[in-house]
């Protein structure tokens, strides 16, 4: 599985194995663009595509949840894999504290890093 942290500046990325057991970030994707995400899922192999939906700690959407949610409809249309989105909250915290003790990955892969994780941690205890 694949995982962006879309932002209007850069999309970072991360993927999966195919068990689905660890996470690596990939290089972000300057500035964002769909083809050049279809290129990294066909790189790569990924089955399925994750982008981040930024919400409040309350969980209501704003600008920025919008502009995500564009953005994968723009990949569904795209890919021939299934694209979804999955909350992000408090995932550039997670990248920012990553960051902090040594991760090497742009913030932006680590943040897709983490989401990936919890996207995953929530459909194995389904």
């Known amino acids: 599985m694949l995982a962006l942290d879309y932002g209007t500046a850069r ?22 663009d ?4 279809a ?3 066909a790189a790569e192999g990924a089955e399925r595509v994750i982008v981040g939906l930024p919400t409040t700690l309350a969980g ?10 564009e ?10 894999v299934p694209v979804e989105t999955y ?6 915290r997670m990248a920012e504290r990553s960051a902090r003790e040594g991760a090497r990955a742009d913030r932006d892969s680590l943040a ?6 919890s996207y995953l941690a929530a459909r194995g205890s389904q």
């Open 11 to 32: 999309c970072g990325c991360a993927i999966s194995d195919p068990t689905g057991t660890l996470v690596r970030p990939l290089a972000a994707i300057e500035p964002p």
């Open 34 to 37: 769909p083809q050049a995400v």
């Open 39 to 41: 290129e990294v899922v």
């Open 60 to 69: 209501e959407e704003g600008e920025q949840a919008k502009l995500s949610r």
């Open 71 to 80: 953005f994968a409809a723009e990949l569904s249309r795209l890919l021939d």
């Open 87 to 92: 909350d992000e909250r408090l995932t550039t």
């Open 112 to 117: 897709a890093a983490h989401l990936l994780e």
